[in-house]
């Protein structure tokens, strides 16, 4: 298993500025996620942040718009930038700590609730 | 490309009565499914995989894939149920997780 955190875990910001997102996890880990849960949806694949390379992005986002870190295989960062009120949402890190295989059971953070005005 | 499609917002059912949560999913390949529960105020975390082909918390879930479905069932359910739950797909080649649109289950007393 692995144990993941998230910083902050909530924020409310204002319109057109930028919050940067922290995902810690206790242990090295192949594959990390990142996901947006709007209100009362389910979640969304944003990107698969890649050690060592830029970010695989799904479609409808964009780098500009969530910019990703991925410095070593225990932490990455999400930017969310110029920020609307449709950004409002939970944004999760996800891990996969094991070989990657389909079927391996990926583990959730805590999410980051963001707020925007 | 993958989908899944969870067709109940909100499953209500009373303590002891047996619950099936639906899951369809559409997917040429051969998929892995997962079922996914949120307690309140707790993080998402794993119920069970398809792959595993075990019983947690009294919960199963088969895959059928001539009906491309994987239904979670439990023959009793306890009030403690009660949660968000999520099914969940990924592939050999996608191995980001695809949900569906998750099901409120209410468990009365």
Known sequence: ?117 | AQRVTQPEKLLSVFKGAPVELKCNYSYSGSPELFWYVQYSRQRLQLLLRHISRESIKGFTADLNKGETSFHLKKPFAQEEDSAMYYCALSTTGRRALTFGSGTRLQVQP
């Not at chain 1, 997102?21 to 698969?48: E, H, K, N």
């Not at chain 1, 991925?70 to 999400?78: A, D, H, M």
Request: glycine share 6%; net charge neutral; with cysteine.
């Open chain 1, 1 to 117: 298993s692995a144990v993941i955190s998230q910083k902050p875990s909530r924020d409310i910001c204002q319109r057109g500025t930028s919050l940067t997102i922290q995902c810690q996890v206790d242990s090295q880990v192949t594959m990390m996620f990142w996901y947006r849960q709007q209100p009362g949806q389910s979640l969304t694949l944003i990107a698969t942040a890649n050690q060592g390379s830029e970010a695989t992005y799904e479609s409808g986002f964009v780098i500009d718009k969530f910019p990703i870190s991925r410095p070593n295989l225990t932490f990455s960062t999400l930017t969310v930038s110029n920020m609307s009120p449709e950004d409002s949402s939970i944004y999760l890190c996800s891990v996969d700590p094991t070989s990657g295989r389909a079927g391996d059971t990926q583990y959730f953070g805590p999410g980051t609730r963001l707020t925007v005005l």
